[in-house]
T-cell receptor, first 116, second 114 residues
Framework: DADVTQTPRNRITKTGKRIMLECSQT?????MYWYRQDPGLGLRLIYY???????NKGEISDGYSVSRQAQAKFSLSLESAIPNQTALYFC???????????????FGDGTRLSIL | AQTVTQSQPEMSVQEAETVTLSCTYD???????LFWYKQPPSRQMILVIR??????QNATENRFSVNFQKAAKSFSLKISDSQLGDAAMYFC???????????FGKGTRLHILP
């Protein structure tokens, strides 16, 4: 089983709909992140969480919200989807305690979201 | 604020040849970590190589190596003996040791010519 699981893998929906993307991890990492990837723009950080009670805005948080339901779960919501939120969305985890700072983030396989 | 720049949106290399992907970054911090990720058409994000800023020795992983120039804030990736499976998007990433902020470059799409 994958260490970081994102659901759904693909989703097509209509403008104005509420969408939730889910992420769960079995790595035991405290830190979780949501990114969106657009062609030519790389990965941009939407929200991140360093533990269950911690939520932080990233570079492009407008139009998004998150919930950290447990250490292992971090969901991303689009309250009212719009076409320019069409993108590939990644969840990632990391362990950033002391000596493990040189460890990379671990990514899910992404959710491709299309908003018509 | 830190920035990461990949100046080559696309590159091509002949199979079995060597190619270098460039990455520069801007930071006022002295302690940080640098990574190269590969994203094949399957869209997975796969770690290729990592470098700690406090280490002078350049990291190497099989056919992949980096040229880390801390003073110049440069972190290029060299792929030797290029293979068809190396075709992918490559992202350079910076991780701050201070606040754990992670910043990605915009990526370089690498094509391998048979």
């Amino acid at each position: 089983d994958a260490d970081v699981t994102q659901t759904p893998r693909n989703r097509i929906t209509k403008t104005g709909k509420r969408i939730m993307l889910e992420c769960s991890q079995t790595k035991g990492h405290d830190r979780m992140y949501w990114y969106r990837q657009d062609p030519g723009l790389g990965l941009r950080l939407i929200y991140y969480s360093f533990d269950v009670k911690d939520i932080n805005k990233g570079e492009i948080s407008d139009g998004y919200s998150v919930s950290r339901q447990a250490q292992a779960k971090f969901s991303l919501s689009l309250e009212s989807a719009i076409p320019n939120q069409t993108a590939l969305y990644f969840c990632a985890t990391s362990d950033a305690t002391g000596l493990s700072r040189n460890q990379p983030q671990h990514f899910g396989d992404g959710t491709r979201l299309s908003i018509l | 604020a830190q920035t990461v720049t990949q100046s080559q949106p696309e590159m091509s290399v002949q199979e079995a040849e060597t190619v270098t992907l460039s990455c520069t970054y801007d930071t006022s911090e002295s302690d940080y970590y640098l990574f190269w990720y590969k994203q094949p058409p399957s869209r997975q994000m796969i770690l290729v190589i990592r470098q700690e800023a406090y280490k002078q020795q350049n990291a190497t992983e099989n056919r992949f190596s980096v040229n880390f120039q801390k003073a110049a804030k440069s972190f290029s990736l060299k792929i030797s003996d290029s293979q068809l499976g190396d075709a992918a998007m490559y992202f350079c990433a910076y991780r701050s040791a201070k606040d754990d902020k992670i910043i990605f470059g915009k990526g370089t799409r690498l094509h391998i010519l048979p």
